[in-house]
């Protein structure tokens, strides 16, 4: 016995070695990904941007760019100095030369100028040029050089084409701008997204809207869910054909539902549309949709009709847990049905409602589908909710560091709201006792 | 075990937070995108695999569905006239959204299954910048092909950064369709419009006097163009500088409020892309459209048009500069990570070439970039809209949208700012300012 006690681990360190399974699940699939979002919102880093498109830590040169570019540069230089007459020919002479310099200081390390030649034969070929001879890092020094010489050279190009000497303006300074785009930059950006959207008025629109949309629709849902959940506990003929049809609106795919709203909304066949102008709720059809307040209302209407079954059904079996000696004992002791649903049903509902809460509000912050369809986040982003601006930023416009930036931010509004209701609930439920 | 419980209850509290925020955004693209170009439904039938030889080298073409056959005509020709080359088809999704999605995880992950495909007017920039295509100016320059000889608009969108990178397959551009049966003259002006249209609405069993694209999505921005080019205004200079701030960009927004908020277009045109506009058109309900040229087809389709043979075209009314059409179409690029580029460029040259274009104007109905194709009797019996001088006067001055490489940015903000001035959030001259400060922002990152 006293030898398998010293093998064998103490109760504490078992109990480690029991939970350390479930810490490692939770790393790989919930911490890892968000550390990386996170990382990657500290860059700027964008899809469509091939300079960009990965973290670069220090300065360097696309030599596939600048290799197609620059005898561009020098072609359209050479042109314009051939038409050119007198000083202005001098200048674009003297440009040229510089431009030749240039390049050669950059040759002088023996890497540019292999792979200059070797990028050269492959794009005469039209082969693509592979990855590991694209990118050549640069000191700082030489950027620097680079940089100066590209802003000098476009100043003159500039000046000259402003006092109308070149022929093809637009050639040679756009030439410029795609030799300037082959400078590689480091793309560590730090905190400046999150600088930025915390002073930006469209993400505080955004967030409001979540916050307005969650709150409002949350609580109608509540209120209505619970009647749902009281009626359907009730005994009465068809029942049990009651209480399924009651989730049919929850069934349905959130898409298909948005489009089925859609065209009940519509300003001319809706029939919605159409009943609240005949009850004198709006004054027009076309108000629904094309105004900020019809909007967001209508998103809300359809949430609510989408998710209240979803509530009525969790307080339903909430419901059904309560003892019913408890109300028989009420009723003998004189309570009415009023005492008995604020001093019994309710106090026995609170885990149940809770529960519900954290799973509705989580829900409605993150609304996407139903938003999308329906509205696409119009009027004049009235009715744009957080996850629509984060997919809009990431998606459409391929900005993956800025949008990692605000899916962090709706991860951390996510994190503390589920922290609350779990501090609310610990209390509750998830503790085992010790608070006893 | 308190330490271990309070770790569980974190991390439980992280998990449920993380794995319900993980299934929150369904990247399910809708239709919020670019112009529709064509508005095609049906699947073309693809080309059949004809038996390869040892030195056939085979091309795989993408392109958005073809409601017709003459992509499959085209490849035919093209087939015919080098039996050494052998072209599939690729179909994209319809919405030119998703291409443009598909294409991009495609290319940045540098693959080379297909060699040619088709871009939106909006694209080069952004896919040039990305280094997605081939610049074809040496290849131009070799074979000598006459720039001179395409709609000037459409090729220069295909410009970037000096050098070229697509070629015009199609133009398409905002065209005012109005009834025969009601108006007797087509509205010049703006004003002229507003006019006729009040004056229209309600006769002939039409319940509007104009239709129009308002929502916030790309069409909006096309309207928003129109409006605003034919007062002077713009939106980027010639050297890419924001200038979208002045009073002629103002004027034009203006009027486009003007008509947005008046009763005579539906009161929910704030939520009309193109389906609901042509819908209402075709039933009869209004007797002025801004659309596509698409619509003179649309309209003439018995199965689903009430007013056959009744419709007459214009350009749009113009401002106090003139009339301006906002550019749409696509082009042909070829892809830089293709294994075949000459042949890649012999198929594109051909299909924009005079022999391509025509087989598309002919079978397909596009209207060619290449201006002496209107000058053929064939294309000019295909439609009558391309022997109506109105028509290629109205496509040839078309104005397209900024060339960027911010593009999709760009236009974000111009549909949220237009959109909050048509919602009567804010005035134009707070739209247009926001717009210019918000554009500038993102030219400077």
């Known amino acids: ?21 479930a810490l490692l699940i939770i790393l790989v699939i919930a911490i890892w990904p968000v550390m990386r979002s996170f990382w990657i919102s500290l860059h700027d880093i964008r899809l469509n941007d091939p300079t960009k498109s990965e973290i670069h830590s220090s300065y360097g040169l696309d030599m596939e760019r600048y290799v197609s570019t620059l005898p561009n540069l020098l072609r359209y230089v050479k042109r314009e100095a051939d038409s050119a007459e007198g000083s202005s020919k001098e200048k674009l002479n003297a440009l040229q030369v510089q431009i030749e310099q240039m390049n050669t200081s950059l040759n002088q390390t023996g890497e540019v100028a292999s792979r200059y030649q070797m990028i050269d034969q492959l794009l005469l070929d039209f082969k693509p040029v592979p990855t590991e001879l694209k990118y050549v890092s640069l000191s700082n ?76 629709s949350v609580a109608i849902e509540l209120v209505l869910g619970i009647l749902i959940a009281l009626l359907i506990n009730r005994p009465f003929r068809g029942r049990s054909l009651v209480r399924a049809t009651v989730l049919i609106p929850w069934a349905i795919p959130t898409v298909i539902s948005a489009m089925m709203w859609k065209f009940l909304y519509d300003g001319q066949n809706g029939i919605v549309a159409y009943l609240f102008e005949q009850a004198g709720l709006i004054a027009d059809m076309g108000m629904l949709l094309t105004t900020k307040a019809g909007a967001m209302f209508s998103v809300i209407l359809a949430d609510v009709w989408k998710t209240t079954p979803f509530m009525a059904l969790l307080i339903f079996a909430g419901l059904q847990t309560i003892p ?25 509902l609170k885990s149940t409602i809770l529960v519900a809460l954290l799973f509705r509000t989580l829900d409605a912050f993150r609304v996407f589908d139903l938003i999308y369809t329906l509205t696409g986040g119009a009027p004049g982003n009235s009715t744009e909710t957080i996850s629509i601006y984060a997919y809009k930023t990431m998606f459409a416009q391929m900005s993956f560091g800025e949008g990692s930036a605000l899916a962090v931010i709706v991860f951390l509004c996510v994190a503390l709201i589920s922290i609350g209701y779990v501090k609310i609930l610990g209390a509750d439920l998830l503790s085992d006792g010790s608070s006893k | 075990m308190k330490v271990a419980k309070r770790l569980t209850s974190a991390g439980l509290t992280l998990l449920m937070a993380f794995s319900l925020a993980a299934c929150s955004s369904t990247p399910q693209q809708a239709s919020t995108d670019t112009t529709p170009s064509q508005p095609s439904t049906p699947t073309a ?58 294409y991009v995880t495609m290319f940045s992950a540098q693959s080379s299954e297909i060699d040619v ?129 002045n ?34 058109f075709l039933e009869g309900q209004a007797p002025f459209i801004r659309n596509w040229p698409y619509q003179f087809a649309l309209a003439q389709d018995q199965a689903q048009s009430k007013i056959v043979d009744q419709v007459a075209i214009a350009p749009l009314p113009a401002g106090d500069v003139g009339s301006a059409a906002a550019l749409g179409g696509w082009m042909g690029g070829i892809n830089k990570f293709s294994k075949h580029p000459k042949e890649a460029w012999e198929f594109l040259k051909f299909m924009t070439g005079p022999e391509g274009q025509k087989i598309s104007a002919i079978e397909g109905g596009l209207a060619p970039t290449y201006l002496p194709a ?65 554009m500038n922002d993102l030219m400077r990152n």
């Open chain 1, 141 to 216: 020094l030489q950027t620097e050089s680079i940089k100066n010489t590209l802003a000098e050279i476009r100043a003159v190009l500039l000046q000259m084409s402003e006092q109308k000497l070149l022929s093809k303006p637009e050639g040679a300074l756009g030439v410029i701008q795609g030799i300037e785009a082959s400078i590689i930059e480091p793309n560590f950006v730090g905190f400046a997204y999150y600088k930025k959207f915390l002073t930006d008025a469209r993400m505080w629109g955004a967030m409001y809207n979540t916050a307005f949309f969650t709150v409002i």
């Open chain 2, 45 to 102: 039938p693809k080309t059949e695999p004809s038996q390869p030889t040892a030195e056939k080298i085979k091309l795989v073409y993408a392109r958005g569905k073809d409601a017709t056959d003459s992509t499959k005509k085209l490849v035919e020709a093209f087939q015919k006239a080098h039996p050494n080359i052998e072209v599939e088809i690729r179909e994209m999704p319809a919405d030119s959204g998703q291409s443009h999605d598909q």
């Open chain 2, 374 to 438: 209107y000058e053929d009797a064939d294309v000019q019996k295909a439609s009558p809209l391309f022997a109506n001088k109105d028509f290629v006067d109205g496509v040839s001055a078309a104005v397209s949208r900024p060339t960027t490489p911010i593009y999709p940015k760009i236009s974000e903000v111009i549909q949220i700012e237009v959109s909050k001035a048509l919602a009567g959030q804010q005035t134009a001259e707070q739209a247009v300012q926001n717009m210019e400060t918000q």
């Open chain 2, 247 to 280: 009073p002629a960009t103002i004027k034009g927004l203006k009027k486009m409020i003007e008509v947005v908020k008046s009763d005579f277009v539906p009161s929910n045109v704030t939520t009309f892309m193109e389906p609901e506009s042509h819908t209402a």
């Open chain 1, 324 to 348: 019913q000696s408890l109300y028989e004992a009420a009723s003998v002791d004189g309570a009415t049905r009023t005492q008995q649903f604020f001093r019994i049903t309710l106090p026995m």
């Open chain 2, 117 to 245: 495909f088709d871009l939106d007017v909006i694209w080069p920039a952004e896919f040039a910048q990305a280094g997605y295509l081939l610049p074809l100016d040496r290849l131009m320059e070799q074979d000598g092909i006459e720039t001179g000889k395409y709609i000037k608009g459409a090729m220069d969108a295909g410009n970037f950064g000096g050098q070229q990178w697509t070629m015009p397959k199609f133009i398409d551009a905002g065209l005012l369709f109005y009834r025969k049966d009601l108006v007797s003259e087509a509205p010049k002006t703006w004003d002229d419009l507003i006019a006729q249209a009040k004056a229209t609405k309600g006769k002939g069993g039409t319940k509007f006097g104009y239709l129009m694209q308002a929502k916030q999505y790309e069409g909006l921005v096309c309207n928003f163009v129109e409006f605003s080019a034919s007062y002077g205004g713009k939106i980027l200079d010639e050297q890419g500088k924001v200038a979208v701030n």
């Open chain 1, 1 to 21: 016995m006293n030898r398998s006690t010293k093998m064998s681990l103490s109760e504490k360190q078992m109990g480690y070695v029991l939970i350390f399974p």
